[in-house]
């Protein structure tokens, strides 16, 4: 596709309007407004405001419409008038046997009809070929110079034109029948066949129409009453659309037209037709019988182009005999030489023919006759065709949008409108390219819907639809608005009354064409692609039908009225080369185009869209609709509407008429009456004198239509008698028939009497106004001297509004006047009122003097009496006396406040402003305000605040000035700047964080009591001291007692003083014991608390007073576990007051000793009374075990606590090591002594604390004497002591005794013997028959040997699980008991270690009694064998975090850490460096442990030869010697314990 040139070039833009919201109310007024403008260009576009948006009210599942078909080059007139040329040469030599070629000269297509016109117009063909101006004929057709171009054109016009215009002239040539045979190079010029292709008329089921209701077509005729009438073949006529009301008649089967894709139309081909008994009917000779034959022969099934010879045949008939005789020579011998024309058969002789002809032609052959006949029939009416798919709105749209993108091959939106107007219009003039659109033009809203909103009972509509609904510029409501001359027509006009739709694609186009009865119309597009307008103004509506008819007057021959079927377009360049001035615009979505009366306009669409349209007439157009009926009349045009019809129902009622629509009606009014007058007289010249009333209205339109002229009759038609189906209007009383004149009578609707009286009333009402006018303009001038009163001009008013007069200058003074009169009486009435209201009127509505002496000048100026006027007046004259009084007490002061007050009341009853009474004001004021000062400074008057001392200086700035107030004014600034000297510096007393001592403070609290103002902060500190001095009494009551005081008390002291803005000096001494105090419960928290304990030191140093509940002692561990157990205090059954006296204490903790005693005997029998879980018959019961987990402990892995004699499982608890810390060696052999292992277990419920040593706890005991605050924790370390002190001296009186003692030696015999056996070559006697001890006592000693040595993890969990391999091999070789414990010796030593598992705290002899009473026994090897394999698995897991320390310690080495620096290693003691690996070990191994759980295995005690172990815990000294006898121990720890008595001693022995 070759893209538009840019010879277009587009026409100037039409004017735009953009209305304001005030302006575009009024739809029909701002249009009126901007006419002499727009109506100069003939169109206009105007732009709603940005917020009218109606909404789009079409249903578009619904909407389905059938477009019409527009091939683009046959809607331009001059490219149309060359097709049908083109048509008429292609007929002609199709009918010769030939097809056209059209050659190409110089690469573009020869324009034959151009060729043929200049050839005419420079004298004819012999003419040129005489003169030898072929060249120029070139030159006309724009060919380049010099290329021997004249030749060529002769030769194409001889071959292809010549011919064609001889058989036009009627002359005969010798032609040659082949003139295309040798021109293979021509394009085949395919015949468009216009005429066959027209559109039908509007359906028949169709009701709305073009006119009125009351006008119908008759029902089509179908294909079988057009075949079987002839009458019917020769009307057929092929209109220009459904805007038309023309007589188009065609068949309704489809398949008579043929798209131009499935080829050519064949040419007509006469068949003879056979009937019975061999007949022979032969048709008409003369030409119109081809004609008539046309459709029918269409269906012949003979090739199109090759011509068919149809020889005579032999009939018997001789009448057709005797007509097989040659035209020319009128013999009918030389049968064999005869031709049977194909046409009319006609017979001639091939030799009688012009030329002769050589032999018969074969194919289809027409004599010359026939030839002529066909080529200067004239051609059909042109009109659209309709297309046959319908459409909804999504499937046209999707087609538009297809079609746009695949030609200009872009996207839709992105297409310039200036490149789709230059391809339109190279398209519209193109011969050669054929694009066909298609166009939803002239779809009845009212069937299908409108695209605003529609006020009917179809449905609801929301608010903003009832809004665009009732709005003048929706399309359905303005052609009826009360300004518009259509609302006085009934009948709904689709199209003029009724809008219709179109649905616009690319290039789909309206062509040249004005509105019916030449009326306005409003085009508004909804949505979609901009349409292009092109108009005309009506000044040279005439000018362009005669460029158009000059142009292409071939069109306007055939058919006169072809600008009123919009079928044709001319470029719009033409128009202008010719003098039409036209203008155009782009119509964007949401803009309005209107065409104003008589104004051409035409245009195409960009795109996809869719637009409603409508028509609507106002009173200006009314001289335009009676020029338009002429206009109708000389075309023999129908009407729409009959124009007199319309005058004469609006003068009928005159009174409903808009002023304006009434002078204009009037004036047609008058026109029309005395042109009937005229037209009646020359009726009775004539000798008509019979008349008869006809009610023409009632009558359809076209039985009063006028034979003649088509004008719908109104007013008067003549008629006659003896021909009832026709009458004329009276413009043609002589075309009616030929009958006598008696015969023929007048049809009138009115009288000429009746007319004038319409009339009349007409004129009453145009001239009511000047009748009005006149009144108002005597009222407001008062030309007679007489004021009107109020109600006599709102009598003018309302009658001009019953009247509806129009929006005048003089009515709008008139409603000026009369809003100003009655704001005037309004006022005086509140002026008035105001004075009777008194003070109670609302402020700010005083009116001032000047004001109120301009009032009533402004009520006397006006033409309109009112006797308010007297009222103002007295209130005037009050006032001006009130002044005088009141600048008499001014000039006399000092005036009495009283009296002044008087005065100032009396004023604000006056309803006005008098400038005295502000000077009044200030005068009352100023002494109310000096009394408020004088009151507020006096000595016995209640102290004041800062904020109403700032008020009244505020106050007084605003009264009037005088030396008293600046006195006072000094005095309350100085006074109010000391007060807040004194809050500042109060109030930095307070917020500083330096404290001041309280005899700074009461110094200034004194000097700040002699300010007679109230001072918050001042207020505030004196508080702040008083709550001091009462903290400082408490701390010398509570410091002066007979005992030290409690943490507690002293905490709260602490807390209250340090809150206190007072710096205090006893604080600081509570805040150190405070600290002291803290930090020793610090360090006992640290001896005795695991890690992570869920207990508090409290309650580790307190009996348990609850252990033979098994449940409640397991479910407060749970709770604590959990963190909802934190009472500290109800363990004992003593309240916080009672944990204040030592005596309490005592005497509570020792009942706690006896209740734990009981407790736990009872819960041991109970728990012993269980199931065993090692037994292998044990079934779960109510009384079983439960484990701290939960669970009951069953299997291999339970353990039984040696206390509670309660069950767990192995893997819950911390179990002991079987061997504890002590290393094998050379020297001892504990693998066999089986009775000292450490098996011994105690549960987490038991086990509370880490259980230091009693040296530990008796320094805890020295510091805590050092300390003046009492700690309920310290008390109860000291009954702990005091305990346990005594359970050992009773443990060493038992040990000592002789049975036990001989017992023990016994034991260390056995020891000794153990030891002595434990060589290589004694093993055997503790081994087996196997052998296997003495295989494995190698190696348990070397690896004793090399114990020491063992430094990695992995060697050193090598050496470990070989130690608990040896015990696994040797627990079926352990055999007991070892000694014979007699019952009297084995009950005390149980009960005391009973006792001593109960204190939290760890002693040597607790565990020499548990050796005796184990090796008392047989060894328990269940207990024995679960504890080895808990600690395998145990092992098994240090393993793994043993490699992790590796890591770790290899990670620091190559980091380059403090151990890689060896001349720092040199430098360092020998002691340092030997004690870094042993700190890292033991971080590390807390680290492992706290990975555990925290569980920290208990210490082994060593034996009594053995020298005990010193601890240093957190930097206390030891306070007994390792390695002391027994009566020296006890001897320290009395003394100890004496000085630890609950009694303490007096502050002043401390």
Known sequence: MELGSDDFLPPPECPVFEPSWAEFRDPLGYIAKIRPIAEKSGICKIRPPADWQPPFAVEVDNFRFTPRIQRLNELEAQTRVKLNYLDQIAKFWEIQGSSLKIPNVERRILDLYSLSKIVVEEGGYETICKDRRWARVAQRLNYPPGKNIGSLLRSHYERIVYPYEMYQSGANLVCNTRPFDNEEKDKEYKPHSIPLRQSVQPSKFNSYGRRAKRLQPDPEPTEEDIEKNPELKKLQIYGAGPKMMGLGLMAKDKTLRKKDKEGLECPPTVVVKEELGGDVKMESASPKTFLEGKEELSHSPEPCTKMTMRLRRNHSNAQFIESYVCRMCSRGDEDDKLLLCDGCDDNYHIFCLLPPLPEIPKGVWRCPKCVMA??????????????????????????????????????????????????????????????????????????????????????????????????????????????????????DISGMKVPWLYVGMVFSAFCWHIEDHWSYSINYLHWGEPKTWYGVPSLAAEHLEEVMKKLTPELFDSQPDLLHQLVTLMNPNTLMSHGVPVVRTNQCAGEFVITFPRAYHSGFNQGYNFAEAVNFCTADWLPAGRQCIEHYRRLRRYCVFSHEELICKMAACPEKLDLNLAAAVHKEMFIMVQEERRLRKALLEKGITEAEREAFELLPDDERQCIKCKTTCFLSALACYDCPDGLVCLSHINDLCKCSSSRQYLRYRYTLDELP???????????????????????????????????????????????????????????????????????????????????????????????????????????????????????????????????????????????????????????VEVPEAQQ??????????????????????????????????????????????????????????????????????????????????????????????????????????????????????????????????????????????????????????????????????????????????????????????????????????????????????????????????????KEGEQKEKEGILQLRRTNSAKPSPLASLTTPSSTAS????????????????????????????????????????????????????????LCPLCMRSRRPRLETILALLVALQRLPVRLPEGEALQCLTERAISWQGRARQVLASEEVTALLGRLAELRQRLQAESKPEES?????????????????????????????????????????????????????????????????????????????????????????????????????????????????????????????????????????????????????????????????????????????????????GSPSTQEDQDGLEPVLEAGSDTSASFSTLTSRLLMSCPQQPSRQQL
């Open 374 to 491: 066909e080529c200067k029939r004239p051609p059909e009416a042109f009109g659209f065709e309709q297309a046959t798919r319908e459409y909804t709105l999504q499937s046209f749209g999707e087609m538009a949008d297809s079609f746009k993108a695949d030609y200009f091959n872009m996207p839709v939106h992105m297409v310039p409108t200036e490149l789709v107007e230059k391809e339109f219009w190279r398209l519209v003039n193109s011969i050669e390219e054929d694009v066909t659109v298609e166009y939803g033009a002239d779809i009845h809203s009212k069937e299908f819907g409108s695209g605003f909103p529609v006020s009917d009972s179809k449905r609801h509509l929301t608010p903003e639809e009832e809004e665009y609904a009732k709005s003048g510029w929706n399309l359905n409501v303005m052609p009826v608005l009360e300004q518009s001359v259509l609302c006085h027509i009934n009948a």
């Open 757 to 911: 009286a319409m009339l009349h009333k007409l004129k009453v009402r145009a001239e009511s106004f000047d009748t009005w006018a006149n009144k108002v303009r005597v009222a407001l001038e008062v030309e007679d001297g007489r004021k009107r009163s109020l109600e006599e001009l709102r009598a003018l008013e309302s009658e001009a509004r019953e009247r509806r007069f129009p929006n005048s200058e003089l009515l709008q003074r008139l409603k000026n006047c009369l809003s100003e009169a009655e704001a005037c009486v309004s006022r005086a009435l509140g002026l008035v009122s105001g004075q009777e209201a008194g003070p109670d009127r609302v402020a700010g509505l005083q009116m001032t003097l000047a004001e109120l002496r301009a009032f009533l000048g402004q009520m006397n100026n006006l033409p309109c009496a009112m006797h308010q006027i007297g009222d103002v007046k007295g209130i005037l004259e009050q006032v001006e006396a009130y002044q005088s009084e009141a600048r008499e007490a001014l000039v006399s002061q000092p005036s009495s406040p009283g009296l002044l007050q008087t005065l100032l009341e009396r004023g604000q009853q006056l309803g």
């Open 920 to 1149: 009044l004001q200030r005068q009352v004021e100023q002494a109310r305000w000096l009394d408020e000062v004088k009151r507020t400074l006096a000595p016995s008057a209640r102290r004041g605040t800062l904020a109403i001392m700032r008020g009244l200086l505020v106050a007084g700035a605003s009264v009037a000035p005088s030396p008293a107030v600046d006195k006072a004014q000094a005095e309350l600034q100085e006074l109010l700047t000391i007060a807040e000297r004194w809050e500042e510096k109060a109030h930095l007393c307070l917020e500083a964080r330096q404290k001041h001592p309280p005899a700074t403070l009461e110094a200034i609290i004194h000097e700040a009591e002699n300010i007679p103002v109230h001072l918050p902060n001042i207020q505030s500190l004196k508080e702040a001291l008083a709550k001091a001095r009462a903290w400082i009494a408490d701390v010398d009551e509570i410091q002066n007692g007979d005992h030290y005081p409690c943490l507690d008390d002293l905490e709260g002291l602490v807390a209250v003083g340090r809150d206190l803005p007072v710096g205090l000096e006893e604080l600081r001494q509570l805040e150190l014991q405070v600290l002291t105090a803290h930090s020793w419960r610090e360090k006992a928290s640290k001896t005795f608390l695991k890690k992570n304990s869920c207990y508090t030191l409290l309650e580790v140093l307190c009996p348990c007073a609850d252990a033979g509940s098994d449940s409640t002692k397991r479910s407060r561990w749970m709770e604590k576990e959990l963190g909802l157990y934190k009472s500290d205090t109800e363990l004992l059954g003593l309240s916080a007051q009672d944990l204040r006296d030592p005596g309490s204490v005592i005497v509570a903790f």
């Open 1186 to 1241: 439960i484990c701290v987990c939960g669970q009951v402990p069953a299997g291999v892995g339970a353990l039984q606590c040696d206390l509670c004699q309660d069950w767990f499982h192995g893997r819950c608890v911390t179990v002991p090591r079987l061997l504890g810390s002590q290393r094998p060696s050379l020297t001892s052999s504990p693998l066999l002594a089986w009775w000292e292992w450490d098996t011994k277990f």
């Open 1324 to 1504: 055997l006697a503790y081994s087996s028959d196997t052998g296997e001890g003495a295989d494995n006592m190698p190696k348990v000693q070397g690896l004793l040997e090399n114990g020491d040595s063992v430094t990695s993890p992995e060697k050193v969990a090598t050496e470990e699980g070989s130690d608990l391999e040896l015990l696994s091999s040797l627990l079926p070789q352990l055999t007991g008991p070892v000694l014979e414990l007699p019952e009297a010796t084995r009950a005390p030593l149980e009960e005391l270690m009973m006792e001593g598992d109960l204190l939290e705290v760890t002693l040597d002899e607790n565990q020499s009694i548990w050796q005796l009473l184990q090796a008392g026994q047989p060894p328990d090897l269940e207990r024995v064998h679960t504890l080895l394999e808990l600690e395998k698995a145990e092992r098994h897991g240090s393993r793994t975090r043993g490699r992790a320390l590796e890591r770790r310690r290899r990670r620091k080495v190559d980091r380059g850490g403090e151990a890689d620096d060896p001349a720092r290693d040199e430098l360092e003691p020998k002691r340092v460096r030997s004690s870094e690996p042993e700190a890292e070990e033991v971080q590390e191994e807390e680290e492992l442990e706290e990975e555990s759980g925290g569980e920290v295995p208990p210490v082994p005690f060593p034996t009594n």
